[in-house]
């Protein structure tokens, strides 16, 4: 039997969101919009906690600027040179989706990799007057702030009547074990403020007489995303189509609003491809593109045991419990313990009654199944049994997603349905005043024994090497003159990325040979064709270095090894190569100094090798 509280939240399917007559009927519900009148202090203290939250997980960095990420320290830096590249992109009016400043000659094609352009370029002054650091770590906490934010208004304002039930929801999408995994400088991942809002602008379309103009804001919304992060639009798609699917089909009356609705997604989708045209083409096409990832990291898929284990940066998680379960600290996207594992079904179970929670549902399952990647795997060993995502995989675009991550599509999933379920104990309690308390001290204590273990704990950190004076100071400017690069011992790569720290000091103005970025396999024997790999391809120097690096120990050099660095010292226009402090400088330094017969000086913190007159 249908209640009326539930009415009231059906309703609002049936209703046009910004309606004058839905306003005056309901000045409090959920079709008001986010600008309804009413107590604000409720409002306030959900974002306050947000922002304690925020500051919380980040504390370390705040209170040790000389640290930085421990257990991600090159996305980090990575970050850090996509700051200095938007603001150099309205400073100096660079070329915005790709850029000459690293891997130098080829340059790196920056629609193809986490440019993150819809954030720098406004925080321009942030990292102008403060740094690039600093414009990270703003970035960062800011957008835990922004995603916990976001989810709160359009829950209460939209989808449930309840405040408490919306901080629920939101502090969850915006603080889940998977969200607080990628902290660790994946701050594009952590940022999905505007997925909310493509979620309210979705559902709105079906209103009738305003369907462009609705259309338009959706796709405003689309490239504001893509420009973010496509991953994360290409699972907010998916699963908005699941949902809007299931309730079709479970609410046949909803079907009188399919020509509004369509029309304004066809407004959206318009406006999206014609904005997102010339950039997606570069991607795609452009210098620097790829053909989808390797079949390795196509592999990274969720374990299964994983989805009942406690997260590493938890209450009641060891990072040290997690290894076998995930590729790395950053990667934890299933972690969700196992009492909330089996509360998630319950929940299902007890709404049932209601499509959006059957959409959900659907959309979690589908996002589960996915993660498992081709193979499915459980308590770190492979089972040989195929999982779904095998048949999917080499399709295009597919062939560009890590596996494991459409498990991070189950933290809105799932946030939403916490947020319904404590809805519905209000409606109990309503229905029921005389067991209020015992309906309340139930709630709490299932909620307080599926969240509490998974509250986070603030993300470890390292103290980072300074960059060196020599860049700094600007002494590294004669050596560079005439377009020349700097080359960095070892050379930059995933392991080694602190070079891309010191060219965004620079704002950009100090080029650097290779690099970390995603770039295509160039080798004329690559395996796996025009697979994106981890930085530049291979050259005989490159190897040798990273040799040392690994070893601590210098190859044998023949003269064949001294004719391929100069040839490769050319290949990069380097006009100087740097040595900052590492655990294996005196390797490092005997290995460049034999390979190149030039002696290094000492100079700004660094031993530099003038190698203009090999190379001019």
Not at 229 to 243: S, Y
Not at 274 to 290: D, T
Not at 490 to 498: E, G, I, K, M, R
């Amino acid at each position: 039997m249908t209640t009326p509280e539930s009415e009231v939240g059906r309703e609002w399917f049936l209703r046009p969101v910004s309606s004058s007559a839905a306003r005056r009927d309901d000045p409090g519900g959920p079709a008001g919009g986010v600008r309804l009148a009413g107590r604000r202090l409720p409002d306030a203290v959900a974002v306050a906690s947000f922002v304690l939250l925020a500051f919380w997980v980040t504390v370390r960095f705040w209170t040790h600027p000389d640290h930085e990420s421990r257990v991600n320290p090159t996305d980090q830096a990575q970050f850090e040179w996509m700051m200095a590249h938007g603001a150099r992109v309205v400073t100096d009016f660079a070329y915005p989706f790709g850029s000459d400043r690293m891997n130098v000659p080829e340059g790196v094609n920056l629609m193809a990799n986490t440019s993150v352009l819809s954030v720098s370029l406004p925080m321009t002054p942030v990292t102008v007057l403060l740094g690039p650091r600093a414009a990270f770590l703003l970035f960062l906490t800011g957008a835990m702030i922004a995603t916990g934010t976001a989810w709160y208004l359009v829950i209460s304002r939209v989808l449930i009547r309840s405040r408490l039930a919306a901080w629920v929801g939101a502090t969850f999408c915006a603080f889940s074990p998977a969200m607080v995994s990628h902290a660790n400088a994946h701050p594009n991942i952590v940022a999905q403020y505007v997925v909310p809002l493509i979620v309210w602008r979705t559902l709105a379309l079906r209103e009738p007489g305003r369907w462009t103009r609705n259309g338009l804001l959706l796709g405003l919304l689309i490239v504001w995303q893509a420009f973010l992060n496509l991953e994360i639009l290409l699972m907010t798609a998916v699963g908005l189509g699941v949902v809007v699917a299931v309730l079709v089909v479970r609410r046949p009356d909803l079907r009188r609003y399919a020509r509004p609705f369509l029309a304004g997604l066809g407004v959206a989708a318009g406006l999206a491809l014609v904005v997102l045209a010339y950039p997606l083409y570069v991607q795609l096409f452009g210098p620097g593109a790829y053909e989808g990832l390797s079949r390795l990291i196509r592999g990274y898929r969720s374990d299964v045991a994983s989805f009942f284990a406690w997260p590493g940066e938890s209450l009641a998680g060891d990072p040290r419990d997690t290894e076998r379960l995930a590729k790395n600290p950053t990667e934890e996207n299933a972690f969700f313990g196992w009492p909330l594992a089996v509360l998630v079904p319950a929940l299902v179970w007890w709404m049932r009654d209601r499509a959006e929670v059957l959409g959900l549902a659907a959309v979690g399952l589908l996002f589960a199944l996915l993660s498992l990647g081709r193979e499915i795997r459980y308590n770190g060993r492979d089972t040989g049994v195929p999982a779904p995502w095998g048949a999917l995989e080499n399709l295009p675009i597919l062939h560009s997603v890590v596996p494991t991550r459409w498990a991070l599509g189950l933290t809105p999933v799932v946030g939403l349905l916490l947020a319904y379920g404590v809805a519905r104990v209000d409606e109990l309690v309503r229905r029921h005043p005389t067991a209020r308390r015992q309906i309340r001290f139930g709630a709490v204590t299932v909620l307080a024994m599926a969240l509490l273990p998974l509250l986070p704990t603030p993300l470890p950190t390292a103290r980072l090497d300074p960059v060196p004076e020599f860049v700094t100071s600007g002494a590294w400017r004669p050596y560079l003159t005439g377009g020349r690069s700097l080359v960095a011992l070892p050379l930059p790569d995933t392991d080694y990325a602190d070079p891309l720290r010191w060219s965004a000091v620079t704002g950009l103005e100090m080029p650097i040979a290779r690099g970390y970025f995603l770039g295509p396999d160039r080798r004329p024997d690559a395996p796996e064709g025009r697979i994106a790999l981890f930085g530049a391809t291979p050259r005989p120097t490159s190897s040798f270095f990273a040799t040392i690096r690994r070893t601590g120990a210098v190859p044998p050099i023949t003269p064949q090894d001294r004719v391929a660095a100069v040839d490769d010292l050319r290949y990069w226009r380097a006009g100087a190569v740097v040595l900052a402090s590492h655990r294996h400088e005196d390797a490092l330094r005997r290995g460049m100094t034999e390979l190149s017969g030039v002696e290094p000086v000492r100079a700004g913190g660094v031993w530099l090798w003038d190698v203009r007159p090999l190379v001019d």
